[in-house]
C-alpha cells in the first residue's frame, strides 16, 4: 500500500492490475466496466425503506430505556454510535418494522448537510430503528451488503448522489430516486471477494490516519503546555520562584506580579441592538464581532481579529449597551467556542458572547492574549452547561494572570510566537498527509467497486 501511494496517481500504480477485457456500460459517469459485470438498477437489487415524520414524533417521547434511535449523528463513522443515542417506546419502534434494523442492512442520511453518508450494520447490540433522515437498504439475493456499502461510500456514487437530490431549502434525496441509482455488479463471490480487499486495505489506511490525528492531538498538547508555561514561569528557568496563590498559575518567578486580570484591564461586556428596530441596522459604520465571526478565534495561528460579518450603525450602538472599544482590545469568547480569543486592530464592538478586555500600561494585549490561550483548563473548570456551554461574567471577573515587566512580556510573546509558528508547521504537514491518504482511500474504493482494477486473489 505504502509503494502505491507514494505515486502522483496511486491507483493507476502498478501494483493493481486491471481487468482483461472491459466493455461500456451505458453509464456515462460509469464508463466502462469489467467485460462480467452487470449494471442493474438499486431499486432492483435491494429495498429502499424510510419514514418521514413518525406521526409527529417529538423529543419529549424519548424515553431512558427503550429501543435504539438512530440518526445521522450515529453514522457518521467508520463504526456506528449504538452508545450516544436517544431511545423511543415499543409502541413507536413497532409502527414500522420494515427499518427494524438487521445486521447487513446499509444506511445512507438522505437529508441536510449530511446528505449521502452512507453506512453498514456489521452488529446490532440492542433492537434499534432509524429516524426519518435515515434509509435502509436491505440487499436481496446475489448482493452482497458490504459491496454495496463500498459502492455507495465511492467517490462516483458520492457526486451521483449530490446531483440526485432534490427538495427545497434542506436538500433531500427521494426513495424513488435511490431506486433508479444504478450499481455496477460482478458475481457474489467476487463481490465478497472486493469487500473483503477493501475491508483489509481501508482498515490499514485508517489506522495511519487515527496515528498521525493522534499526532495531531499531541501537537496542541504540547502547543497548551509551551504557553501555559511561558505565562506562568517565564524563560528563564534560573530565577527564584515565589508562590503565587492561585491555582492555576502556581509558582511564578519572584519579580512578577499576580492579579485579578481586572486589576490590570478594564473588563467590558458586549451587547446587541434591537432587531426589532430596523433603523438601527440601516447605514452601518461599526464592525461588530458576533458568533458568525467566531471561527476567526478558532484559528491557533491568528492573533488579530479580521472583518466582522456584520456592522451596526452608530445609531445602533447608541440605542444599546453595546461600546466601541479601542483597537488593541482583547476579545474572549464566553459562550460556545469558550476560552477562545482574539485582539481588536481597529475599533470595534461585540455582541454578549464575549468578554473585552481593555488593556492598560502594564499588561500587553498580545500576552494577554497568550495568558487566555494558556489556560484552558481553568476555562473548563469555569464553564457552566452541557449544550449550551458559557462562563459567567462574575467568574470571569476572577480570572488572575501574572504579570511580568512589559518589557519581559514582549520577550514572552516573541519566544510563543517562534516555538507555536514551528508547531503550525508540523502541524499543517501532518494535516497535509491525512489529506492524502483519505483521498487515496476514497480512490481505492471507487476503483475496486467500479472494476478499474482487479483485486481478485489479494485477500488470502
Given at each position: 500500500?505504502?509503494?502505491?501511494?507514494?505515486?502522483?496517481?496511486?491507483?493507476?500504480?502498478?501494483?493493481?492490475?486491471?481487468?482483461?477485457?472491459?466493455?461500456?456500460?451505458?453509464?456515462?459517469?460509469?464508463?466502462?466496466?469489467?467485460?462480467?459485470?452487470?449494471?442493474?438498477?438499486?431499486?432492483?437489487?435491494?429495498?429502499?425503506?424510510?419514514?418521514?415524520?413518525?406521526?409527529?414524533?417529538k423529543?419529549?417521547?424519548?424515553?431512558?430505556?427503550?429501543?435504539?434511535?438512530?440518526?445521522?449523528?450515529?453514522?457518521?463513522?467508520?463504526?456506528?454510535?449504538?452508545?450516544?443515542?436517544?431511545?423511543?417506546?415499543?409502541?413507536?419502534?413497532?409502527?414500522?418494522?420494515?427499518?427494524?434494523?438487521?445486521?447487513?442492512?446499509?444506511?445512507?442520511?438522505?437529508?441536510?448537510?449530511?446528505?449521502?453518508?452512507?453506512?453498514?450494520?456489521?452488529?446490532?447490540?440492542?433492537?434499534?430503528?432509524?429516524?426519518?433522515?435515515?434509509?435502509?437498504?436491505?440487499?436481496?439475493?446475489?448482493?452482497d451488503?458490504?459491496f454495496?456499502?463500498?459502492?455507495?461510500?465511492?467517490?462516483?456514487?458520492?457526486?451521483?448522489?449530490?446531483?440526485?437530490?432534490?427538495?427545497?431549502?434542506?436538500?433531500?434525496?427521494?426513495?424513488?430516486?435511490?431506486?433508479?441509482?444504478?450499481?455496477?455488479?460482478?458475481?457474489?463471490?467476487?463481490?465478497?471477494?472486493?469487500?473483503?480487499f477493501?475491508?483489509?486495505?481501508?482498515?490499514?489506511?485508517d489506522?495511519?490516519?487515527?496515528?498521525?490525528?493522534?499526532?495531531i492531538?499531541?501537537?496542541?498538547?504540547?502547543?497548551?503546555?509551551?504557553?501555559?508555561?511561558?505565562?506562568?514561569?517565564?524563560?528563564?528557568?534560573?530565577?527564584?520562584?515565589?508562590?503565587?496563590?492561585?491555582?492555576?498559575?502556581?509558582?511564578?518567578?519572584?519579580?512578577?506580579?499576580?492579579?485579578?486580570?481586572?486589576?490590570?484591564?478594564?473588563?467590558?461586556?458586549?451587547?446587541?441592538?434591537?432587531?426589532q428596530?430596523?433603523?438601527?441596522?440601516?447605514?452601518?459604520?461599526?464592525?461588530?464581532?458576533?458568533?458568525?465571526?467566531?471561527?476567526?478565534?478558532?484559528?491557533e495561528?491568528?492573533?488579530?481579529?479580521?472583518?466582522?460579518?456584520?456592522?451596526?450603525?452608530?445609531?445602533?450602538?447608541?440605542?444599546?449597551?453595546?461600546?466601541?472599544?479601542?483597537?488593541?482590545?482583547?476579545?474572549?469568547?464566553?459562550?460556545?467556542?469558550?476560552?477562545?480569543?482574539?485582539?481588536?486592530?481597529?475599533?470595534?464592538?461585540?455582541t454578549?458572547?464575549?468578554?473585552?478586555w481593555?488593556?492598560?500600561?502594564?499588561?500587553?494585549?498580545?500576552?494577554?492574549?497568550?495568558?487566555?490561550?494558556?489556560?484552558?483548563?481553568?476555562?473548563?473548570?469555569?464553564?457552566?452547561?452541557?449544550?449550551?456551554?458559557?462562563?459567567?461574567?462574575?467568574?470571569?471577573?476572577?480570572?488572575?494572570?501574572?504579570?511580568?515587566?512589559?518589557?519581559?512580556?514582549?520577550?514572552?510573546?516573541?519566544?510563543?510566537?517562534?516555538?507555536?509558528?514551528?508547531?503550525?508547521?508540523?502541524?499543517?504537514?501532518?494535516?497535509?498527509?491525512?489529506?492524502?491518504?483519505?483521498?487515496?482511500?476514497?480512490?481505492l474504493?471507487?476503483?475496486?467497486?467500479?472494476?478499474?482494477?482487479?483485486?481478485?486473489?489479494?485477500?488470502?
Amino acid at each position: 500500500m505504502s509503494a502505491a501511494f507514494e505515486t502522483k496517481n496511486p491507483i493507476a500504480a502498478q501494483k493493481w492490475r486491471p481487468y482483461p477485457e472491459y466493455k461500456n456500460s451505458g453509464i456515462e459517469w460509469l464508463c466502462d466496466i469489467p467485460l462480467d459485470w452487470q449494471v442493474h438498477k438499486l431499486g432492483s437489487k435491494c429495498s429502499v425503506k424510510a419514514r418521514l415524520g413518525w406521526k409527529g414524533l417529538k423529543a419529549a417521547e424519548y424515553v431512558d430505556n427503550g429501543y435504539i434511535f438512530l440518526a445521522t449523528p450515529n453514522i457518521k463513522e467508520r463504526d456506528i454510535d449504538f452508545e450516544n443515542v436517544d431511545h423511543i417506546t415499543p409502541a413507536r419502534y413497532f409502527e414500522s418494522p420494515e427499518i427494524m434494523l438487521r445486521v447487513g442492512d446499509v444506511l445512507v442520511a438522505k437529508d441536510g448537510a449530511t446528505l449521502g453518508i452512507t453506512n453498514l450494520i456489521r452488529k446490532l447490540p440492542a433492537p434499534a430503528t432509524v429516524n426519518g433522515s435515515i434509509a435502509v437498504l436491505r440487499p436481496k439475493p446475489g448482493l452482497d451488503s458490504s459491496f454495496l456499502y463500498y459502492w455507495l461510500s465511492s467517490d462516483y456514487s458520492q457526486q451521483v448522489i449530490q446531483r440526485m437530490k432534490g427538495g427545497m431549502g434542506v436538500p433531500h434525496l427521494f426513495q424513488a430516486d435511490l431506486r433508479k441509482f444504478v450499481v455496477a455488479c460482478p458475481a457474489l463471490t467476487e463481490q465478497i471477494a472486493i469487500a473483503a480487499f477493501l475491508d483489509l486495505e481501508t482498515a490499514k489506511i485508517d489506522a495511519l490516519i487515527a496515528k498521525r490525528q493522534q499526532l495531531i492531538v499531541l501537537l496542541e498538547e504540547k502547543r497548551a503546555a509551551l504557553i501555559s508555561r511561558a505565562v506562568t514561569k517565564g524563560l528563564d528557568p534560573s530565577v527564584p520562584m515565589k508562590d503565587s496563590d492561585i491555582s492555576w498559575l502556581g509558582k511564578i518567578p519572584a519579580h512578577w506580579g499576580a492579579y485579578r486580570v481586572k486589576h490590570v484591564a478594564k473588563l467590558r461586556s458586549g451587547h446587541t441592538p434591537s432587531r426589532q428596530h430596523p433603523e438601527y441596522w440601516v447605514g452601518c459604520s461599526i464592525p461588530w464581532f458576533s458568533l458568525a465571526d467566531v471561527w476567526q478565534i478558532r484559528e491557533e495561528s491568528r492573533e488579530y481579529l479580521g472583518e466582522t460579518n456584520e456592522r451596526i450603525s452608530e445609531l445602533g450602538l447608541a440605542n444599546s449597551a453595546a461600546e466601541l472599544l479601542p483597537s488593541g482590545t482583547v476579545v474572549l469568547s464566553r459562550t460556545a467556542s469558550v476560552g477562545f480569543s482574539g485582539i481588536m486592530p481597529c475599533p470595534m464592538a461585540t455582541t454578549q458572547d464575549f468578554a473585552n478586555w481593555v488593556c492598560g500600561p502594564n499588561i500587553r494585549p498580545e500576552y494577554l492574549l497568550y495568558v487566555f490561550r494558556g489556560m484552558g483548563q481553568e476555562f473548563k473548570r469555569l464553564t457552566m452547561g452541557s449544550t449550551h456551554q458559557t462562563i459567567y461574567m462574575p467568574d470571569i471577573g476572577k480570572l488572575c494572570t501574572a504579570v511580568p515587566p512589559p518589557e519581559e512580556q514582549d520577550k514572552i510573546v516573541e519566544f510563543i510566537r517562534a516555538q507555536t509558528a514551528r508547531l503550525s508547521v508540523l502541524k499543517m504537514s501532518i494535516g497535509d498527509q491525512i489529506g492524502k491518504l483519505k483521498e487515496y482511500r476514497t480512490a481505492l474504493i471507487s476503483a475496486a467497486v467500479t472494476g478499474k482494477i482487479d483485486v481478485r486473489g489479494e485477500v488470502q
